[in-house]
């Protein structure tokens, strides 16, 4: 693995973890402000994605340091490379949220299937390893979220 590589590969994740960041408080901004006749399995259900969604986050800055760069760690840092963006300050239905948080899981996994790629012809392990992991997730996470819908 050469310096290039390795630089890439940072990058990709660094991106990657900017982005889990803003989609967990997105998740959990809808886990409190989630009403109506899907409160509680949409409650219960936002609430074991975003503390998976921590989990993943700090997995991805451990992957990030055994690159030996620095982590990006502000709320300004990941608004500023993240493609996700935060959730709108409108009180949104049950439905909105469902919509939104399909589309940012399904979007982070297509994103993610990229960086895969690069990590496997960079044959960075600890990074592929995690992509696909991700990817799990994401795809999962979408897929129990779309079940809500109406």
């Known amino acids: 693995m050469n310096t290039i590589t390795t630089n890439k590969t940072a990058v990709a994740l660094s991106k990657t ?9 997105k998740t959990q901004n809808f886990h409190w402000n989630v009403d109506g006749p899907l409160f509680f399995s ?20 451990e992957v990030i340091r055994t690159f ?15 493609l996700i963006d935060e959730a709108p300050n409108d009180m949104l239905t049950a439905h909105q949220m469902i919509e939104i948080l399909n589309k940012d899981h399904m ?7 990229e960086h895969l790629e690069e990590a496997e ?5 600890s990074a592929v390893t995690l992509y696909e992991d991700l990817i799990t997730f994401h795809d999962k996470a979408a897929w129990m979220i779309r079940s809500h819908r109406a």
Do not use: C, W
């Open 121 to 125: 012809q960079s044959e960075d392990t």
């Open 68 to 82: 030996n760069v620095k982590t990006p760690g502000s709320f300004r840092e990941f608004q500023k490379i993240a």
């Open 42 to 61: 949409l409650h219960k259900l936002f609430e074991s994605q975003y503390k998976e969604l921590l989990e993943y986050i700090d997995d991805t800055a």
């Open 17 to 25: 973890l900017a982005e889990e960041y803003v989609l967990l408080l």
């Open 107 to 113: 979007a982070m996994s297509t994103r993610l299937k």
